[in-house]
């Protein structure tokens, strides 16, 4: 019989171990510890435990769209590749006639989510994100609108010179089904100072997400991971998600966002390595042990860590995608989208059984 000791080149792992075999909720130093291991197999077969506990054999994925409406932004993020100040020869804006073309051109498509996000427009009035919702709506009556992060829901709520909460519920009846979790990087005050001073604070990212979920919105989250944080930051970023969700249990899926450094404030810094994206999904598959999923999002760590991370604690590889502009405007190499043929072979070429979602976790037809 192979002892616990026996699985880990890192003694540290064994505790750990331990308490992931009676279901305990590991702790900061844990957190710190599983970041700390140079045992990534150790990590990984943690989080495999977990993950086939909670999921079996199963990986997800969903026949998505992703619409970026606009990259003008008041916010100027020194991580980010996508934000533009209007009049910057990259910058763009979508009328709604270019989002309901967009819509148009893959109405034939089995689609059931369309993702949108943009930046924090100053001049885009509130109700062009109302009628943006309820024409997709119009078109689509049967698709599922994750959209708008928490940080563009308080940016609308200024706009609107409303409550989030009002805001939300306006929002709602125009069509909106979920948010999306970007926006939350790392909650680290020492990051935030340094990277994204004018963002919306770490507690107004929560109390946005919060106030979703008490209205009966599901939300995600993320954390963008490979710039300056520290494995210490990680770990006090992943446990706000937690206890939060000890609060108001409406998170549906953490995504790990792996940083790409190129045409940003941080070009000097290196792209993230494979170990670092696996050690991610991993970490947090075992920290968040009150978040139904974790997604490997293939966009951003690409398609071959993406079926790895199926061993290393995700359950979820996102979708078909098409035409991603966020990512790939700081340099990342995916392809723009996948065919549902393509993520069934990535599945079931990692040893896993493909099961198509929609946004919420229902399931899709067969397989």
Known sequence: MTTPQALFRDPRLVPIHDKVQAAERLNRDDGIALYRSHDLLGVGYLANLVR??????????IYNQHINYSNICINGCRFCAFGKKAGDPLAYEMTLDDILAKVEERIAEPITEIHIVGGLHPDLPFSYYLDMLREIKKLRPQVHLQAFTAVEIA????????????????????????????????????????????????EGWLEVAQTAHR????????????HVETPEERVEHLIRLREAQDETGGFLTFIPLA?????????????????????????ARLMLDNFPHIKAFWIMIGLKIAQLSLSFGANDIDGTVIEERITHMAGAQTAQGLTRTELLHLIREAGREPVERDTLYNLVGAN
Do not use: W
């Open 52 to 61: 086939e506990r909670l999921h079996g054999n199963r990986a997800y994925y």
């Open 155 to 202: 940016h609308l709520a200024g706009l609107a010179g409303l409550s989030v909460a009002d805001t939300l519920a306006a929002l709602r009846e125009a069509g909106l089904g979920s948010l999306p979790g970007g926006g939350a990087e790392v909650f680290s005050p020492r990051i935030r100072t340094s990277l994204c001073e004018t963002k919306l604070s770490p």
């Open 215 to 226: 209205q009966g919105l599901r939300t995600n989250a993320t954390m963008l991971y490979g």
């Open 259 to 283: 940083f790409h450094p190129k045409n940003t404030g941080l070009e000097h810094l290196s792209e993230t390595t494979g170990f670092d994206d696996l050690k991610n999904l991993a970490v």
